[in-house]
């Protein structure tokens, strides 16, 4: 079969992944249907699925994240597909039993009942699990096996009362005897069929359980940078029905790759070091002047002199927002060299010591960093609260702060301070005071970019 | 082999090199065994005239599949191999102004000759192609490897946008537009060790290479030996696999993990001694554990254990 053949909903999936946040464009999705026209797409959903992690797929979680929603777009392509075929094929019935009935009306009337009774007992039947289905088999034949002895009996015991004419017995009583025997052995056989039947159920489970653990290991995904839809699963008993979509949010507000591109951005290039490389212009200009044969002018080489220095608060204010925190660290020491970076610690507000690590047991005292010239010529980052997260109105805070700032301010004056708290919150806390004496942002995407241009030098509205 | 109906390129993996075989700059050509999900991938890129960006593992054969590609197209391979200091536009060409400098100075001052002036006022005498320069004039499709572009600064991949998307651009000094005459079959490897940006990402396709299963090593192993025999073939891909399963459990994905070019030369040492000694060896202590493991930790994890 080729996929011109098949109506498949390609575009659905390409919805999907661009929603989950993949950076696709209308150009791949175009690029999809050029490869598919040629002779490339296979015959079959795996080369398909094949086919568009090569084109849009660029690195691992990618890959998890087009399998699963190539499976669910597949998954409930299929259905319809089965779905409308069986209705298609259930219009078809009542059609051929309408047009060819030729008795009067009430035939065709009850000809359809007839049909929507099977119907409906055909979607009862359908949606009851096949254990279910085993239970309520077993119990019909449990419950005949021990009418029809009942019930000859009665018959039996109603002819000797009433004196009809002799009509024999429906049944021979030996007749009835191996009827209830082989009755019986049918409904203790699926009785404890049902009973001790864990393989129907656990193959419907392990299948469950298989999509519950892709879609689990997913979840682990999301607290990653991509936009997940977060699923919620209810199930009865071993059967999971289908998940239902509650929302789609993204997780933490600034992803791995905006805070990466952020902190590329701070690159300050500066011409220094030994003279090595060719600089043509000043050559020219040299020979220009003198007129003569001159060796050539070497200057250095471009270097980038943007040292950053991050501040955050690890007081227990700050707990709720520890994995910004970390995403934080991690993705400036990716992008920023070790030498040009450095990362400390305060508790609460930056005053006397400054810790190198999280759990505060390397402490410096601030004016010996001060005396080292540790701010000077950097720029500043501070991550922190300011007091916001409790929402009181700390004066002490305040001062111990203000004093702080102070001094960096006259080693550097590139000096910028990211808060994770939304800004509505900071009203008539400690934060809308430090805010004025300080650009402060909040932690999203463009609170971050301003708090990188401030660090960058520039001017930001 | 190219398509007679289409007059397209398809690459199909199976043309080898004879052994003793030697290419254009006299290295020794060796066989290549792609999956077939690569060989379709590389199949895409070329119909769909866009770079495939691989990934993989040091040692998978990253690079090696250029070399393929080229040999069994039998189209010209143009290399590139990118360092740290590599800007873009080294690549495309490289004007040399300290030549012109000279060569006005001398004839500033009359030491040339005429045939030399002549020679000095034609610009292309000073310009000199890159391998990515040289692959779009050439006259037939060509096959580029940029190799490992993640060693080169974060911008580079970014100068290369507008030549990757339009196959030209222009040389600054002269006023040149170079425009490819066919645009050429791209390969760009990256280790994985810095991102690369998304404009970037977006031109390309892109392959993870998987190392290969059992039954591929024994073959890949059997098609560049072809006279060793199969058993000593099968327990050292047996054992090899074993070990490279007990490195992952330990490190973790991103440890460092024994690759195919590592097993090969692993195995060209093996092949080498008596059969049945070095099967004994094979079930116990792994012989020749140098090749393999390259930290003294790996050394005292796994020799240990091997008794």
Not at chain 1, 321 to 337: K, M, N, W
Not at chain 1, 405 to 432: F, I
Not at chain 2, 2 to 15: E, N
Request: glycine letters at 6%.
């Amino acid at each position: 079969m080729h996929y011109e053949d098949l109506d498949l909903p390609l575009l659905e999936l390409f919805n999907r992944l661009q929603s989950s946040g993949m950076p696709l464009g209308i150009d791949e999705y175009i690029l999809l249907l050029q490869s598919l026209q040629s002779t490339y797409g296979g015959t079959d959903y795996e080369s398909l699925k094949r086919l568009c992690s090569t084109l849009w797929v660029k690195s691992k979680e990618e890959q998890r994240i087009l399998e699963y929603h190539f499976e669910e777009v597949v998954l409930n392509y299929r259905e319809d597909l089965s779905e409308h075929k069986e209705s298609l094929r259930q219009t078809n019935k009542e059609n051929l039993l309408s047009r060819n009935s030729k008795s009067g009306f009430p035939y065709r009337v009850f000809a359809g009942y007839l049909l929507k009774l099977e119907r409906f007992i055909s979607i009862v039947w359908n949606t009851l699990q096949s254990r279910k289905k085993i239970f309520i088999i077993s119990s019909i034949v449990l419950i005949l096996t021990l009418l029809i002895p009942v019930t000859y009996f009665l018959l039996q015991g109603t002819e000797d009362l009433t004196p009809s004419n002799s009509q024999d017995p429906q049944f021979t009583t030996s007749e009835v005897v191996v009827a209830t025997i082989i009755f019986g052995i049918v409904s203790i056989f699926l009785v404890v069929n049902t009973l001790s039947s864990p393989r129907e159920s656990t193959k419907d489970s392990t299948l469950a359980s298989e999509r519950y653990h892709r879609l689990y290991g997913l979840a682990n995904l999301s607290s990653d940078e991509i936009q997940l839809a977060y699923l919620v699963h209810s199930f009865e008993g071993n059967h999971f029905s289908k998940a239902r979509i509650t929302s789609t949010i993204e997780y933490l507000p600034v992803t791995r790759r905006q805070m990466k591109q952020g902190w590329r951005c701070l690159r300050q290039f500066v011409y220094e070091g030994p003279k090595t490389e060719l600089d043509i212009s000043s050559t020219i200009r040299h020979i220009n002047r003198s007129g003569l044969i001159v060796l050539p002018v070497l200057g250095s080489k471009k270097v980038n002199r943007a040292e950053l220095v991050i501040l955050i608060d690890c007081s227990n204010s700050m707990n709720p927002f520890y994995g910004l925190t970390c995403r934080l660290c991690e993705t400036a020491a990716h992008s920023i060299r070790l030498k040009n970076l450095e990362i400390r610690y305060f508790y609460n507000h930056p005053i006397d010591h400054l810790y190198k690590d999280e759990a505060q047991t390397d402490a410096e005292l601030i004016e010996d960093l001060l005396g080292k010239d540790f701010f000077r010529k950097r720029r500043i980052l501070i991550f922190s609260d300011a007091g916001s997260a409790r929402g009181r109105f700390n004066s002490v805070r305040i001062k111990c702060t203000e004093d702080f700032l102070r001094q960096v301010k006259r080693e550097t004056r590139l000096v910028s301070w990211l808060n994770p708290v939304p800004s509505y919150q900071w009203k008539g806390t400690t934060t809308e005071i430090i805010a004025k004496k300080i650009p402060m942002f909040e932690m999203d995407r463009k609170g971050f970019m301003n708090a990188i241009n401030i660090l960058r030098g520039k001017h930001v509205v | 082999m190219v398509d007679a109906l289409s007059g397209q390129l398809r690459y199909t993996g199976t043309k080898q090199p004879k052994p003793g075989e030697r290419d254009a700059n006299d290295q020794p050509l060796l066989p290549y065994l792609p999956s077939p999900e690569l060989v379709e991938a590389v199949n895409l890129a070329i119909m769909l005239e866009r770079p495939l960006l691989l990934k993989g593992e040091p040692g998978c054969g990253k690079t090696r599949l250029a070399h393929s590609v080229a040999y069994e197209l039998g189209l010209p391979l143009y290399c590139w191999y990118v360092k740290s200091t590599s800007q873009a536009r080294d690549g495309l060409y490289s004007y040399d102004t300290l030549g012109r400098l000279r060569d006005a100075q001398l004839a500033a001052s009359g030491m040339l000759k005429d045939k030399d002036i002549a020679r000095i006022n034609k610009p292309s005498t000073y310009i000199r192609l890159g391998p990515l320069g040289r692959a779009f004039l050439s006259k037939v499709r060509s096959v580029v490897l940029i190799d490992e572009i993640d060693k080169a600064d974060i911008d580079f991949p970014n100068d290369l946008l507008l030549e990757l998307d339009e196959s030209q651009f222009v040389i600054e000094e002269v006023g040149l537009l170079v425009k490819a005459v066919s645009s050429p079959i791209i390969f760009i490897t990256s280790n994985d060790e810095k991102d690369l940006p998304d404009a970037f990402l977006r031109r390309c396709l892109f392959h993870y290479l998987d190392f290969p299963d059992q039954e591929r090593l024994e073959k890949i192993v059997l098609s560049i030996y072809p006279s060793t025999s199969k058993l000593l073939v099968k327990s050292a891909v047996t054992r090899f696999k074993k070990l490279r399963k007990e490195m992952q459990e330990d490190k973790g994905p991103l440890g460092k993990r024994i690759s195919t070019s590592e097993f090969l030369d692993w195995f060209d040492i093996l092949r080498r001694y008596p059969e049945d000694e070095i099967l004994s060896q094979l079930d116990g202590k792994i012989p020749f554990p140098g090749v393999l493991l390259k930290s003294w930790e790996d050394h005292c994890r796994y020799l240990s254990q091997g008794q």
